[in-house]
């Protein structure tokens, strides 16, 4: 019965990716982005609008650091569908390496929310990349508890290529004084960086944010699923989005401090969500782990309703509407979000104000 409900999820999701998307618009952008690195050219966004105008109607602009454009050179060496393929196998083999190795108390609730995620349907669509950055912190997850500090920090510097998405994650590991890990992602960031340099020369970061200020590269912030999507409309907007992503980010530190390292990391997955100001539906992948926390928390039954909530597609497919039922969806996430952290920084205060009482004595 739990493999005809994974299979009947996985079918339903798909098709409401793959129907409510034009054929993978976001990869044709990394592809092109790969055929112009190391030119000189990687952001000058008309020669990005003529390649990708050659593979689909709605260029968009490339975001991420050069090094990401020469890593995924060897795909301009395959024909636009053959890369399209391998790049969609690839985003699909991440997810479910998630779903196989992030530690959960039931294995199938990870499989099942996969199964069940538009998010992730959304995401193999488009062509997007938000699973290999969950596949990352999942890994480098996995070499922290084994003590491999050093290897896991370079793992989790492959996340620079969504820098906004990853900002809970060295408050993480500060907050863990896993030195290690903290050495590891300096000294991959900083490899990043050369390669970086060499292949677009010194004036790549002035274009970059040149580049970031144009309208295409932000389009709805409404759909946003964070904390910018629900701000944005409302008076003072950036000084309470500011604010909140304080607390979210505080929070971080204190659950890293006084939790497991899994339930750490889930917090600094969560919280970059929240605070990233940039991200769209497909990004709402990074969900996945707290909604499988969630579920299994002791705590308000609210909070689990919320978790499964979050699970199905109903709230993603408000956000994507034209409607003013994004609001619903976005009072679902950034609330189910912004509860989950609460909770698990005042647990972290009480589990301490236990030890230091027993300390006391």
């Known amino acids: ?18 129907s409510l998307f034009e054929r993978g618009s976001d990869f044709n952008q990394f592809y092109s982005a790969a055929k112009l690195a190391g030119t000189g050219h990687l952001y000058d966004w008309g020669r990005m609008q003529e390649l990708e105008l050659r593979n689909g109607e709605h ?11 020469v890593l995924l050179k060897p795909l301009t060496a395959l024909s636009y569908n053959a890369a399209r393929v391998a790049w969609l196998l690839v985003n699909l083999g991440a997810l479910i390496g998630f779903a196989f190795l992030w530690q959960v108390r039931r294995r199938q609730d990870a499989i099942a929310m996969v199964c069940w995620s538009v998010p992730a ?10 699973g290999l950055f969950l596949f990352s912190v999942t890994v480098g997850l996995r070499l922290l508890q084994s003590k491999r500090d050093f290897l896991a920090g370079l793992v989790f510097s492959l996340c620079a290529a969504k820098f906004h998405l990853a900002l809970g994650i060295p408050i993480f590991l500060l907050a863990r004084r896993r030195w290690g890990a903290l050495a590891g992602g300096l000294a991959g960031g900083l490899v990043q960086l050369a390669i970086s340099f060499a292949a677009e020369g010194r004036e790549w970061p002035a274009r970059l944010l040149q580049l970031s200020s144009i309208s295409d590269f932000s389009p709805s912030p409404w759909k946003m699923p964070n904390l910018a999507g629900i701000t944005h409309w409302l008076p003072y907007g950036g000084g309470l989005e500011a604010g909140l992503a304080v607390l979210a980010l505080a929070a971080v530190w204190i659950v890293s401090r006084r939790s497991t390292l899994t ?62 039922a994004w609001v619903v969806a976005q009072v679902c996430i950034n609330g189910f979000g912004l509860w989950l952290l609460g909770i698990l920084a005042l647990h972290g205060f009480r589990r301490s104000a236990r030890t230091a009482a027993g300390l006391g004595r």
Not at 1 to 18: D, P, Y
Not at 59 to 69: Q, S
Not at 121 to 128: D, R, V
Request: proline fraction near 8%.
């Open 1 to 18: 019965m739990w493999r005809v409900t994974c299979l009947i999820g996985a079918c339903v999701c798909l098709w409401i990716g793959f």
């Open 59 to 69: 260029p968009i602009p490339f975001g991420r650091l050069p090094v990401y454009a």
């Open 121 to 130: 349907a959304i995401l193999l669509s488009t062509g997007q990349d938000t």
């Open 263 to 324: 339930v750490g990391a889930t917090a600094a997955v969560l919280a970059g969500l929240m605070v990233s100001h940039h991200a769209y539906v497909y990004d709402a992948v990074l969900l996945l782990p707290a909604c499988a926390l969630g579920l299994r928390l002791p705590g308000p039954q609210a909070l689990r309703f919320a978790a499964l909530l979050l699970s199905v597609p109903i709230p993603y497919v408000l956000l994507i509407e034209d409607n003013a």
